[in-house]
């Protein structure tokens, strides 16, 4: 199966991310932003490797600025890794694939543990 981000936005963000039983990493982008695409297809393989275990969002934050205010959001991309509600950790900029598993499986650390 293939796994794919959910789109959020300043409205379901809460319900989906805030609310949410599982890890989830939430992707804050905008379609100007070079990294962000540089970041896209890593994200992408990323979701599937984790397919039922973290779920992967993304927020643009030209159109959904509430969230962006709210999470301080002055860079992009700026990835949030979200356990049980709380931001536990976080990454700016594109990373390698390899350092973005990695703090993927930290986060799932976090998570048995919890």
């Known amino acids: 199966m293939k796994a794919s981000c959910r789109v959020l936005t300043d409205n379901d963000f809460k319900h989906e991310v805030l609310q949410h ?8 982008a905008a379609d100007w932003c070079g990294p962000c695409h540089i970041i896209n297809p890593i994200i992408d393989r990323l979701a599937d490797i984790f397919f039922g275990q973290i779920k992967f969002c993304k927020i643009d934050i030209d159109v959904n ?13 700026t990835i949030l890794f ?7 950790d976080h990454i700016i900029d594109a990373v390698s694939q390899k ?3 990695k703090r ?11």
């Open 104 to 114: 993927l499986e930290d986060l799932l650390q976090k998570q048995t543990r919890c």
């Open 82 to 88: 979200f356990n049980q509600g709380e931001v536990v």
């Open 21 to 28: 039983g599982q890890p989830v990493v939430v992707e804050f």
């Open 99 to 101: 350092e973005f598993s």
């Open 65 to 77: 600025p509430v969230v962006k205010t709210t999470y301080g959001i002055h860079e992009l991309p």
